[in-house]
């Protein structure tokens, strides 16, 4: 799928065409790679991963992607690679929204302190070191 931002991702303004890909044909993890320049982001859907996480949309960001259903958004998340995938991390304060409608996009900065930049990629509910 290819998507427009139209004010591009912060710190890459300038950009503004993307495809959104699949890796390895997985559902859950993505590509998002600029049409324009050599420049991508590794980005995952956070529900799997943070069952507990949830944005509420400003009407601001409703209305400039012309969101009408929410069964048109779609909620991705960047991450951050780290030396090996246990370090690595996943933005959950900013994520980018899309509406595949009609392929409009925008990284949505949360105004909340519930959620970090950092967050872990790959997340451990219980300590088994004693098994």
């Known amino acids: 799928m290819e998507v427009t931002f139209k004010k ?6 300038y950009l503004r065409k993307f495809r959104i890909e699949d890796v390895n044909n997985s559902k859950d993890y993505k590509i ?6 050599d420049i991508s982001f590794s980005a995952v859907l ?3 991963i943070y069952n507990e996480y949830e944005i509420d949309l400003t009407e601001e960001i409703v ?3 012309e969101i009408k259903h929410p069964t048109d958004v779609l ?3 960047i991450i951050t690679l780290g030396k090996t995938l246990e ?9 980018v929204i899309i509406n595949v409608s009609n392929n409009m996009a925008k990284q949505f900065i949360i105004q909340c ?3 970090d930049t950092k967050h872990l990629l790959i997340r451990r509910n219980q ?3 004693n098994y």
Do not use: Q
């Open 8 to 13: 591009g991702i912060p710190g890459f303004e």
């Open 32 to 37: 998002i790679r600029s049409l324009e320049e």
């Open 46 to 48: 956070p529900f799997n």
């Open 63 to 65: 209305k400039e992607l």
């Open 75 to 77: 909620v991705l998340n």
């Open 87 to 95: 370090e690595s991390t996943v933005n959950l304060k900013a994520p």
């Open 113 to 115: 302190d519930t959620y």
């Open 127 to 129: 300590n088994v070191s």
